[in-house]
């Protein structure tokens, strides 16, 4: 369960080399992004208390596949098509959407994918607790950012808390586990070099 120390090379660099494709790659590549996390957001699994989407499973894994940079300019590319009025989100678009509700968790999922993206740069995205570990981080962030940014909406902590992250937690610790079981498994499936 040791991580590697110097930069590592990111899951889709080992797929798609950085030497090939240069800028064209990099846009490619963010617009898939961008792509899966517009489905992820329309994609909802049918849990209790709430429905679960799988934005933050996207977020997770795009900043551990992409790395830190990467991962930060497909979520910033994801953040302007919202902000445009593209149907990116779960429910509504526009800088209006982006100021209510779910703005604090909106850009959580920025801060998010640059940390886990920036973790797995340094091999935490290998083994499965070292996965698991790094995505509770990022989650966490995500959720921070949000309750706190629902509590200046609601009216207070412990309101947002019950409203924006209570229903929530179980939705949360599935789509951990699932991209702690994924990327090290993919790592794993990748002819050695």
Do not use: C, H
């Not at 889709?12 to 846009?27: D, K, Q």
């Not at 900043?63 to 940079?69: C, F, H, L, T, V």
């Not at 499965?128 to 949000?146: D, E, K, P, Q, R």
């Not at 702690?180 to 790592?187: E, I, K, S, T, Y």
Request: hydrophobic share 60%; proline share 5%.
């Amino acid at each position: 369960m040791q991580a590697i120390t110097g930069n590592a090379p990111t899951l889709i660099n080992a797929l798609w080399p950085r030497e090939t494709g240069g800028v064209l790659r990099l846009a490619l590549l963010a617009v898939a992004g961008s792509i899966l996390m517009a489905v992820s957001a329309k994609v909802q699994i049918p849990m209790w208390p709430v429905p679960m989407t799988m934005q933050t499973f996207a977020v997770l894994v795009i900043g551990m596949a992409y790395g830190a940079r990467l991962a930060g300019a497909t979520l910033l590319l994801y953040l302007a098509q919202g902000a445009m009025g593209l149907p990116v989100f779960a429910s509504g678009a526009g800088i209006a959407y982006m100021a209510g509700p779910t703005g604090g968790y909106l850009a959580g999922f920025l801060v998010a994918a640059v940390l886990v993206g920036w973790l797995a740069e340094r091999g935490w995205d290998r083994n499965v607790a070292l996965t698991f570990a790094a995505n509770l981080v990022g989650t966490a962030i995500i959720f921070a950012l949000g309750v706190a940014w629902l509590s200046g909406i609601v009216g207070g902590f412990e309101k947002a808390v019950i409203a924006g992250f209570q229903p929530f937690i179980a939705g949360a610790f599935v789509k951990i586990a699932l991209a702690a079981a994924v990327l090290p498994l993919v790592w794993k499936l990748l002819p050695r070099r």
